[in-house]
Structures are given as C-alpha cells and as structure tokens.
C-alpha cells in the first residue's frame, strides 16, 4: 500500500504498554467487494528559502488515486488490495490484512481500518497493545463519522506532529486524515510547516469515482470533428459536381 498512508502509525504516536480491561467485541462494517478510492496532497513551507521540500510530499501531490479494494472479511480480519496511482509513471499495488481487534497489519494491509459502530470513548483496538480511544463522532458530507486526534512532540528534534482522523462510524474505513507537522527551529535553526491530506473520493455510499481520464478525449473529439468537417466538405462538392451542369467551350 502506498506507504505515506500508514507513515504515521497509531502505535508510534502513542507509548504501547498492555492494559488489563474488560475488552468489547469488535466486527468489521466493511464487506468483501467493497472499492474506496482515495486522493492526496501536501503542503509545505520553511523559513529557510533555499530548503529542500520533502519527497514524500513532493510524491504525494504526483499521486492521482489511491484504490482499496476489499477482499475477506470475517469476524474480525479483512484483507486488503491496494493500487496507488501516479500522474506518470507505473503504478504500485499490495495487499495484506488487517485485524480490528488487535490492530495487527501484515504484508501491505490498508491500516486505517477498524471496527464497525464505534462510539466516543471506545477503544479503536480492544485486543491491542495501543490505548487509542475514539475521541468524538461528527458528522461529515451527511455521514457520521469517529474522529481521532493525536498529538506527539519530540523535544529532541523540536517538532510537534499531529494526526487527525475520521472514520466512517458505519463501515469503520478512513473518510479523511490530516498530518500536521510543526518544526518550531529550535533544534534545526530551520522552523517549517507540512500537512499531508488523504481523503476519500469514491465509496459504497458516494458512487462517485474521481475519473483518470477525461469522459470524451480530446484526441477523439478532435478526430471526430475533423472527420465530421472532410464528410461534409465531400458532401458539398459532390454536391456541387452532380448540380452545376458543365459547360463545354
């Protein structure tokens, strides 16, 4: 799966420790057959005029799709297919696992996944080492979603990063991420800003697929006009030959 969308992994973003509860039994929304289809982009600014811009954002605002595709789904794994495409240049394709329960991904799973009907106060991954909890469920383009706002700063290298995500409160699959990182210069001597923005386009309930090509090329209108224009230029002519009579000096 494209990389950037698990860059910044719940379990990074908060210390992993086990904690002893009463765990509540968690089920995908998700069904086998499912398609979502994302976009993305980045920006950035620096203090530093002559910085250089990330690749990761540099490659993000070259991203033209990302498609997740839903494969197995059972009482708590789903697997995963995930294609991301590019403005040019080949497009990349994984697929994998992801368990709500536990939060486990393997291979290329799509990880922003979890369970179906969560509330806020709920545990994201009730069997996990993470503590992640819903923080509140908000409504967003007519569909009730749980957001997830964390926040981490890294006083080693003076940068705060934080991580804002909705999930479709229904099916439990990613609506929107927004990642926010802040370098305060303290340690760089360079204070800069980046957001990355993954959001979803196409969905079982928004068939509305982000199109990859235009609906009529302007290659084939163009050959249709030009078609259109010689048959009528033939018409007349023919026209013309079979009604003007020919005189003969």
Known sequence: MNKKLIAVS???????FVV??????????VKSGDEFIY????HWSS????????????????????????????????????ATLFNSGEPTATEGTVNVQTGNITDGGFA??????????DRIHPLGLDTITI????????????????????????????????????????????????????VSNDASTS??????????WNRQPIPTTPEF?????????VGATTLVIFGLKKKHLITTPVIKA
């Open 10 to 16: 719940f379990l990074l973003c908060l210390a992993c």
């Open 20 to 29: 002893i509860q009463t765990a509540k039994a968690q089920t995908p929304g």
């Open 39 to 42: 976009t993305e982009f980045s």
């Open 47 to 82: 203090a530093n005029a002559l910085d250089s811009i990330p690749q990761d954002l540099i490659t993000a605002n070259q991203t033209s799709s990302i498609d997740v595709r839903i494969g197995n789904v059972n009482d708590s794994v789903v697997s995963t297919f995930t």
């Open 112 to 121: 922003p996944i979890i369970g179906a009907n969560l509330k806020a106060g």
């Open 135 to 186: 923080n509140n469920t908000i409504t967003m383009n007519n569909r009730q979603t749980n957001q997830i706002i964390i926040t981490v700063t890294n006083s080693s290298s003076g940068v705060t990063l934080t991580v804002d995500r909705n999930f479709d409160q229904a099916t439990g699959i990613l609506v929107k991420e927004i990642q926010t990182s802040v370098d305060d210069g303290s």
């Open 195 to 204: 957001s990355l923005t993954i959001k979803i386009e196409y969905s079982p």
């Open 217 to 225: 090329p302007l290659v084939v209108a163009l050959s249709v006009i």
